[in-house]
């Protein structure tokens, strides 16, 4: 048996999420489905975590143990031929059976776009939230702030998360602006990024979290109010959910030593 580690980028808008659901319309669905169809084995993938229904990844790595013996370069192509257009494997290193793609994750990194221009961009609509009223910046990057470190989440984690401790550690978060595209003389506020990283997230926790610094942005919570949202351990005391076709999947770390030993991802 061979234990084999994968990344795969995916588009979600057409899927429920990562994570295979009775009605079967999931990506880890139509990889398994794609690897049964190339090497006869029904088998479950391991992925480094769930995503929503409509949230995207670039590069979420998962793994399989397999008693195939196609060749490592073959494989991101076999299934390839296999899977939807909107789901592509990019990368196969094989590791050691021990290796566990969710548990071995120590740090992993979202990011939320928003489209700050008066006009959406219709080539970028479906990884994009389009906000074309004007949002206060510095006041978003004052209440992001609030978030480091390590905290009960309640507040923002959906009401129906069955985690039986919401504590997390955010390590690092930040915001990008690319203006390139923004029209001269106009109020067009350009692309906006917010990356995330921390040690695990809660179901929508991201979301809840953009949906509540963009009150902050309207003006209609203060930024400093997020430290308070926070310590109150009370979903209603937060925003409402962003919608999810603004998030991605960022990026996923290992232990250095595993990171050596397999592949940076």
Known sequence: MRNLLMKVNYDGTNYDGFQTQPQGNTI????????LHLTGEELKITASGRTDA????????FNFTTSSRIPLERWCLALNARLPHDIVVTEAREVPLTFHSRRGAKRKTYRYTINGNRFPDPFQRRWQLHHPVRLDIPAIQQGLTHILGTHDFTSFASRRSTKTSHVRTIFEAHMEVDRSMCRPSTQDQGVIQTFITGSGFLQHMVRIIMGTLIHVG????HADHVAEILAACDRSAAGPTAMAK???LWSVEYDESESESFFQI
């Open 28 to 35: 880890q669905d139509r990889l398994e489905q794609a690897i």
């Open 54 to 61: 409509g949230v995207h990844a670039y590069g979420q790595p």
């Open 246 to 248: 603004g998030l991605s």
């Open 218 to 221: 309207e003006g209609k919570i």
